[in-house]
């Protein structure tokens, strides 16, 4: 049941600002940058703070370095382009000086501050409006549920990083020199903002699917609650499946599409198994990453694209027969360029990362997806699986390959489903930033990326990726340590 009220413990922790009506949720114009007080006064104002909210999710991290970060970081994809700083990344060389690190610490850290300024706030109005139907529960329920979010992509990446849990109001050191929290204390921050936003926020705002899918919902909380027990390092795959089972339970009846293609073909956004997506709609609120990734006949452009899929992937799709997924995920086309790993020579035929369809001159409405239902179904195999309950994990991995006319799994025992898991995982959700995140919890990043045979074909030889145990996190950003001396690097960064 819902409370009727917010404890002043919870207060004390979490506080806010943002909505009206639901129906003009992506029309709100987003008040984040506001500092003041009197900047918050209206139910209005609260509405269009939370707008400011997800409008974080248009920042450069979500829109293309996620993807850097875990595709071209793994096996599935290389840097192409012409972008040093991401050659290195793929190539797994590690420097705190890469402005990419800062880059999206900096985005990421901007995200939670506009949060915490929203949870200290929207408390503080006094509208009637507000609490009409447990509006201003669910607007502090949103707003937890977004910071909780941006707290795991800061300590799936970094490990312990500073919690920051309600606005900075001082340049003084004691309030901008924090020291790193432990990777624990961050996950334990998630869970508690996750487990309030559950209290309040609901399994859908009405029947208009954009707001739905637009917004945090219950199943969106569920789906990160599960994501987030998989993936912390004590990981409890009970709690995992018990998540799992509530996304699929929630009233919004997520259910797959029958056809994959579907889902990326830009025609379907807002789907029934989308849980939560970014909601592009050109101009203003475009996606930029299509352009920097398509072939030249859909971006009208010349240059070298980036993230490009690896021989190791397409073998992958390949040696599974996966030929639906893979028309999907990859377009093959001539490039006016020479590939170093698929052919050194300009005008052969290469692949595209293809998910995203279409360019539009920078201006594209293609999406990402935050969360999706075949993941957490996939999700909920891997902990059915890890809990000893095989024949019901194959139940579950069936559902996905079926969809994309795959034989049911030959996978015999544990350690067989573990690694059929994993492959599905890879072809299911290429380009979708899910890769490293996984092969780092199964524990498997060091070997299948040391023994990745990956030829530069303009030396023949094999690319040695020197992975090691250390480079599982990333060295926390220079800049950010020259800011905050409090801040201890990763081990094995100097």
Excluded at 289 to 315: A, C, M, Y
Aim: proline share 5%.
């Amino acid at each position: 049941m819902k409370k009727n009220k917010i404890s002043p413990v919870i207060l004390s922790l979490f506080m806010l600002i943002t909505f009206s009506s639901c129906e003009d949720f992506l029309d709100l114009k987003p008040i984040s940058e506001a500092t003041t007080a009197n900047a918050y006064s209206t139910a209005n104002d609260a509405e269009a703070a939370l707008s400011g909210l997800y409008d974080s999710f248009h920042a450069e991290f979500y829109i293309w370095d996620n993807i850097i970060f875990n595709d071209v970081i793994s096996d599935n994809y290389y840097a192409g382009g012409d972008n040093p700083e991401i050659f290195a990344i793929a190539n797994l060389n590690f420097s705190p000086t890469n402005s990419r690190l800062f880059n999206n610490w900096s985005q990421i850290y901007n995200a939670i501050a506009k949060a915490n300024t929203v949870l200290e706030q929207v408390p503080q109005i006094v509208d009637p409006r507000l609490d009409l139907d447990n509006r201003r529960e669910q607007i502090l329920a949103e707003a937890t549920f977004l910071r909780a979010y941006h707290y795991y992509q800061l300590v799936k990446m970094w490990g312990g990083v500073p919690l920051v849990i309600r606005p900075i109001s001082s340049l003084d050191p004691s309030e901008t020199h924090l020291p790193r929290n432990t990777e624990n204390e961050v996950y334990q921050q998630i869970i508690a903002d996750l487990e309030f936003a559950l209290e309040w926020l609901p399994d859908t705002y009405g029947n208009i699917a954009s707001v739905n899918k637009a917004r945090a919902t219950a199943g969106a909380a569920n789906a990160l609650m599960a994501t987030v027990y998989a993936q912390k390092p004590d990981r409890d795959y009970s709690k995992v499946l018990h998540y799992c089972i509530q996304v699929e339970e929630n009233s919004a009846n997520y259910t797959l599409l029958p056809n994959f293609a579907h889902l990326f073909d830009g025609n379907h956004y807002n789907n029934a198994e989308s849980i939560m997506e970014v909601q592009f709609t050109g101009d203003t609120e475009a996606n930029w990453g299509p352009q920097l990734l398509l072939p030249p006949s859909l971006t009208g452009d010349s240059w070298r694209k980036f993230v490009v899929p690896s021989v190791d992937l397409v073998n992958a799709f390949d040696a599974e027969g996966d030929v639906i997924r893979k028309n999907a995920s990859i377009l093959w086309e001539s490039a006016p360029w020479a590939d170093e790993f698929w052919h050194n020579t300009v005008g052969s035929t290469i692949p595209f990362a293809y998910k995203w369809k279409s360019a539009n001159g920078w201006a594209s409405t293609n999406r990402q997806y935050i969360f999706r239902l075949a993941d957490i179904i996939l999700l909920k195999a891997e902990a059915l699986n890890e809990l000893g309950q095989v024949e019901q994990a194959r139940v579950e991995l069936n559902r996905i390959r079926s969809r994309v006319n795959l034989p049911p799994t030959p996978a015999t025992n544990q350690q067989e489903m573990r690694l059929a898991i994993l492959n599905e995982r890879r072809l299911e959700l290429c380009q979708e930033a899910r890769r490293w995140d996984d092969l780092r919890r199964m524990g498997m990043a060091v070997e299948v990326m040391n023994n990745l045979n990956e030829i530069d074909l303009r030396t023949n030889t094999a690319v040695n990726f020197n992975m090691t145990e250390y480079k599982q996190l990333l060295p926390i950003p220079q800049q950010e340590r020259n800011r905050n001396p409090n801040l201890e690097q990763n081990p094995g960064y100097n």
